[in-house]
């Protein structure tokens, strides 16, 4: 079970990547014009991102404050790498900045509360 939630996970953090580099692919919407309206429609592909990740290396399934503080930093993990690219494919802005800022401190909150979660 456990390859197969791996194999799963790799298809679903390799799905995210793509469509965070192009997020019109599923859909025919128009993308926005605007850079910064850009990196945040990249963002939301950033979910399949964390999910992914959290499949390949959460183990411990049984677990459910474990569990449900993975779901919580991994998904900001993925948050944060998806604006990151966001920044790489369309510029940087002060405010992007902001929400990046915000974003490492919940990731790290969350990262805090994962080690503690397993004791």
């Not at 390949?56 to 049984?62: G, M, P, T």
């Amino acid at each position: 079970m456990f390859s197969s939630l791996k194999i799963i996970g790799a298809v679903l953090l390799l799905a995210g990547f793509v469509l965070t580099y192009k997020p019109n692919l599923i859909s025919k919407l128009r993308l926005p014009e605007n850079a910064y309206q850009m990196i945040e429609v990249r963002v939301k592909w950033g979910f399949l991102i964390g999910l992914g990740i959290m499949l390949i290396f959460h183990n411990q399934w049984s677990d459910w404050k474990l569990t449900v503080c993975a779901v919580l930093f991994f998904l900001t993990l993925g948050i944060v790498i998806a604006r990151l690219f966001g920044f790489v494919l369309d510029g940087f802005f002060l405010k992007q900045v902001l929400w990046l800022t915000i974003e490492i401190v919940v990731l790290i909150i969350f990262g805090i509360l994962y080690s503690y979660a397993d004791n």
